[in-house]
């Protein structure tokens, strides 16, 4: 009899810093290392590239790790699902802890190279292995990964199926279930179905949006929306200015052929659209104009707008960093009037992104519209749909996968508790076969 331990390591007391730890028997696989960038944002000048693991795990802005040493076993392989910061943003700072292989989708491989060139602090040299969707790797003699197709808000995003002797356990953090997605196949639905068919023995799920009810929207909504609005505004002849996720690369192609459908030129601006950009464009399934204008340092970006403000505010489309409001990023530097751009009465700002409800963005979110609306600025906002899975999006996938165990994570107890409560509607009792994990627990599943 094997057995299977599943260890919260982090992100299942807050949203953000995800790692869970898989054990069987003595065999460990890591699934994410990420990290809670509002706990670094709090302090002014810090510099996470040359902090130590030790200081950011004290900040709370990495996952504890240090509980690893009580765990009895080796770690064979880390895992990341997706290249979103709170799954690998923790990898520069932990994973040369691990002598195991990072395994990942071929974009997501790309953003963690990216992290490990800039980290200043640690040499990390694990192996980096590139696994497509749809395909397996065998990490042991009797443990093989399944990366299996879903969507969520950045691309190349799978869960991570793992086959032990005891049945599959599947990690399923992020997602959303979108049947009409832009960008990568819609999730693989038939092979989920089949999994749930051929026994699992335990689902870790991601749980921040359960309380929101109804399904999400595909991303071809949020198409529609960007489409109606920059397209659909009279005022041909005023600036426009559209700020979106950077890694959110299906959303800033639909804003960009919105821009071109409105006669506008699309322009990337910002540091992180730059690294985005980069790493979108090395992947084949990704096309970009070949006209489109990227700048992505501070020098390149304020000649950018001085050429804009030249050539005529009305035949630009500036695709910006800053929906949170972030000091320094372009749209609130925009608003402080610290470029060369300048926005005047009736000038559009359109937010395809949702405020990331932390006290902090709401705080710079809401100095940020109101230097704007003291400019004369028409405010769009909401122009944008989630890329995690709601409520019923949830009921559908537990009972596709109808595993014996469902962990909820990624939330605080008000979310992981709320889809425990869902899970009750579906027949499983809390502490039995629904469990709810704090950082730093484990459980033995049998
Ligand atoms: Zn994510």
């Given at each position: 009899m094997v057995e299977i331990g599943i260890i919260a390591v982090g992100g299942y007391n807050e949203v953000g810093r995800n790692m869970t730890a898989i054990r069987i028997d003595k065999e460990i696989v890591i699934m994410d290392m990420g990290i809670r960038l509002d706990r670094v944002q709090i302090h002014e000048d810090v510099e996470i590239e040359r902090m130590h693991s030790l200081d950011l795990i004290q900040m709370g802005a990495i996952p504890d790790d240090t509980i690893m040493n009580q765990i009895d076993g080796n770690v064979i392989?880390?895992?990341?699902?997706?290249?979103?910061?709170?799954?690998?943003?923790?990898?520069?700072?932990l994973a040369h802890r691990y002598r195991a292989p990072i395994i990942a989708t071929p974009f997501t491989i790309e953003l963690i190279s990216q992290q490990l060139k800039s980290e200043r602090k640690f040499r990390i040299d694990n192996l980096l292995i590139r696994l497509n969707a749809g395909e397996t790797y065998?990490?042991?003699?009797?443990?093989?990964?399944?990366?299996?197709r879903v969507q969520h808000s950045i691309p190349d995003c799978v869960f991570a199926a793992l086959r032990t002797p005891?049945?599959?356990?599947?990690?399923?953090?992020?997602?959303?279930?979108?049947?009409?997605?832009?960008?990568?196949?819609p999730l693989d639905e038939n092979r989920l179905r089949r999994l749930g068919k051929e026994g699992v023995l335990a689902m870790i799920v991601e749980s921040t949006r359960v309380d929101v009810n109804g399904k999400t929207p595909s991303e071809t909504v949020a198409k529609d929306l960007v489409m109606d609005v920059i397209t659909g505004i009279g005022d041909a002849d005023t600036g426009m200015v559209?700020?979106?996720?950077?890694?959110?690369?299906?959303?800033?192609?639909?804003?960009?052929?919105?821009?071109?459908?409105?006669?506008?030129?699309p322009v990337l601006?910002?540091?992180?659209?730059?690294?985005?950009?980069?790493?979108?464009?090395?992947?084949d399934y990704i096309k970009f104009?070949?006209?489109?204008?990227?700048?992505?340092?501070?020098?390149?970006?304020?000649?950018?707008?001085?050429?804009?403000?030249?050539?005529?505010?009305?035949?630009?489309?500036?695709?910006?960093?800053?929906?949170?409001?972030e000091p320094g990023a372009i749209l609130p530097r925009i608003a402080d009037g610290n470029t060369p751009y300048e926005v005047e009465k009736g000038d559009k700002v359109i937010f395809s992104a949702a405020v990331i409800p932390t006290p902090l963005n709401e705080a710079n979110r809401y100095s940020l519209e109101t230097k704007l609306r003291m400019k004369g600025t028409r405010i769009y906002t909401g122009i944008h749909v989630s890329g995690?899975?709601?409520?019923?999006?949830?009921?559908?996938?537990?009972?596709?996968?109808?595993?014996?165990?469902?962990?909820?994570?990624?939330?605080?107890?008000?979310?992981?508790?709320?889809y425990a409560e869902l899970a009750e509607e579906l027949g499983y009792v809390l502490g039995e076969d629904v469990h709810l994990l704090r950082n730093g627990q484990e459980i033995t599943l049998r």
């Open positions: 392989a880390i895992v990341c699902t997706h290249g979103h910061l709170d799954h690998i943003g923790a990898i520069p700072k065998r990490i042991s003699e009797r443990i093989e990964l399944e990366f299996i005891e049945g599959a356990i599947l990690y399923a953090n992020d997602f959303k279930i979108d049947r009409y997605p832009i960008l990568n196949d559209v700020t979106t996720f950077s890694s959110h690369t299906a959303r800033i192609l639909s804003i960009i052929e919105a821009a071109k459908k409105s006669g506008r030129k601006l910002g540091r992180s659209m730059g690294r985005y950009f980069e790493v979108a464009r090395k992947m104009p070949d006209d489109l204008i990227v700048a992505a340092d501070r020098r390149q970006i304020d000649k950018t707008l001085k050429q804009i403000m030249s050539e005529g505010k009305e035949k630009f489309l500036p695709i910006v960093t800053g929906h949170q409001g995690h899975a709601a409520r019923e999006d949830h009921w559908e996938l537990m009972k596709m996968i109808n595993a014996t165990h469902v962990i909820p994570a990624h939330g605080s107890l008000s979310m992981t508790g709320s």
